[in-house]
């Protein structure tokens, strides 16, 4: 009589198998010694793999031969039987079509009573579409990742703490440290301590959204620490998104100090005289239009003018006129103080306001920049500076534009003073 290829089983054993059936997984025994065949396996390996179970149970070898090469050293015996049995087993197999399979092999090791290994009884399933479906997520995160290193612009990802957990190469390289030493760490080790409280408020209002994915406002213009203390500008987008009830954060970065600095210097260019440094004209009549509704009191004006700029281009050309006038913004710039401001109004004249300042106060700095015009002649004697200079106090009900005529016309009286001096001393 032919041996029942599940005697080896209870009945409550094949009640079992049947059921596993049902479920489209394949249980079998595979006898190891006295000699080596499948003892059982399930029919439902002919849908899975193409072959038989008559052609398993026929060669011994077959269920070993299916399976890739690279994959067959997972199950030698002294890996398997030290091995977490509780653990599957996730392996290539041909299909008897040439196709390639992925099968999850649950295995258990049958013993004698030397502790040797006689036979393995298992289940296995097909793992197929699960592992295309996790080779598509690897890809597809592999791509992310390739796309986050490779970004210009930092990218960090911090948990609802603000702590670090993505820390991209843009980033190292933008912050000076790396992402093995920024991960786990707040965010505000990279923030200016005059910011940080503004900041983590900023963020933590922003977080209280009942948004899923949301982008906080507008990009911002702020400031961001190197890992060597320095500080520079930065433009950062932060979106916040949830994932399961834990909320994170995302970063994106830029350096924009080129950018900062191309703006500052396009900024001075429309608003400083290049020749001179000073303010030009139009910042100077912009400021006046500011005192006449915001006027401090009390209020002063200086209108000064080159005295034989003409005569010295002429004479020793134009550079040196220029040179000329580098100096007297020189002395104006050691002279006044930081809040005023001090223009050339254009060719040989010059303006200040001088807030805060009364008549006295206005004379005394009229004097100032006379003694240090008397230190400059006496070391340039060659080019020396002649200054005409008209100053006069605002009255806090007058127009300012009244008070200047009023100071331009004290710098033409000086001037035409100088004028005649000079005609007497010809005569």
């Known amino acids: 009589m032919a041996e029942d290829p599940t005697s080896f089983l209870s ?5 079992i198998i049947h059921l596993l059936e049902y479920t489209g997984e394949i249980f079998f025994h595979y006898q190891i010694q006295p000699e080596r065949r499948l003892i059982y396996i399930s029919p439902a390996i002919e849908t899975l793999t193409g072959y038989s179970p008559s052609e398993y149970l026929a060669d011994p070898d077959l269920s070993a031969e299916i399976i890739y090469s690279d994959d067959r050293a997972q ?8 091995r977490d049995q509780t653990q599957p087993f996730v392996l290539r197999v041909h299909h008897k079509r040439g196709t390639t399979l992925w099968l999850e092999v649950y295995l258990a090791a049958v013993l004698n009573s030397q ?10 399933r097909d793992a197929t579409e699960r592992k295309i479906i996790e080779e598509a997520l690897l890809e597809s995160q592999a791509v992310m990742s390739s796309i986050i290193q490779s970004a210009m612009d930092a990218i960090i990802v911090l948990d609802a703490d603000q702590d670090v957990i993505l820390f991209n190469r843009s980033a190292e390289d933008m912050f000076g440290t790396t992402a093995s030493q920024m991960v786990g760490e707040p965010l505000i080790r990279l923030i200016p301590a005059p910011v940080r409280d503004l900041h983590r408020g900023y963020v ?20 961001g620490m190197r890992a060597n203390g320095e500080t520079f500008p930065i433009e950062a987008s932060i979106s916040t998104f949830l994932v399961g009830h834990k909320r ?3 970063a994106i970065i830029r350096d924009i100090t080129e950018r900062k600095q191309t703006e500052d210097k396009l900024i001075h260019m429309s608003t400083h005289d290049p020749l001179t440094g000073l303010f030009n004209r139009a910042i100077f009549e912009e400021e006046i239009k500011k005192l006449e509704h915001h006027r401090p009191s009390p209020l002063s004006i200086v209108i000064a003018d080159v005295d034989n700029l003409k005569y010295v281009n002429d004479v020793y050309g134009h550079p040196s006129g220029d040179e000329l006038l580098r100096d007297v913004a020189k002395i104006f710039r050691g002279t006044f103080r930081a809040q005023d401001i001090v223009a050339r109004l254009g060719g040989d004249e010059f303006g200040v306001l ?19 015009l008397a230190a400059h002649n006496r070391v340039n004697r ?14 806090p009900v007058e127009p300012v534009f009244e008070a200047i005529k009023r100071a331009d016309l004290g710098m033409y009286r000086e001037k035409s003073t ?7 001393i010809n005569l």
């Not at 009945?11 to 009640?15: A, K, L, R, Y």
């Not at 290994?117 to 289940?123: E, H, T, W, Y």
């Not at 008549?359 to 920049?369: G, K, L, S, Y």
């Not at 500076?385 to 605002?394: A, H, P, R």
Request: no cysteine.
């Open 11 to 15: 009945n409550s054993g094949e009640q």
């Open 75 to 82: 199950l030698s015996a002294d890996r398997f039987i030290t």
């Open 115 to 124: 502790g040797t290994l006689i036979a393995v009884k298992g289940i296995t």
């Open 204 to 223: 933590e209002g922003f977080a209280g959204t009942e948004q899923t994915v949301h982008r906080m406002g507008l990009t911002r213009v702020t400031t």
């Open 248 to 250: 994170f954060f995302t």
């Open 354 to 372: 001088l807030p805060n300042s009364d008549a006295d106060m206005a004379n005394q700095i009229i004097q100032r920049i006379r003694l240090r």
């Open 382 to 395: 060659k080019l020396p500076i002649s200054l005409s200079i008209g100053v006069t106090s605002v009255d």
């Open 418 to 424: 100088k004028s005649s001096l000079r005609r007497d």
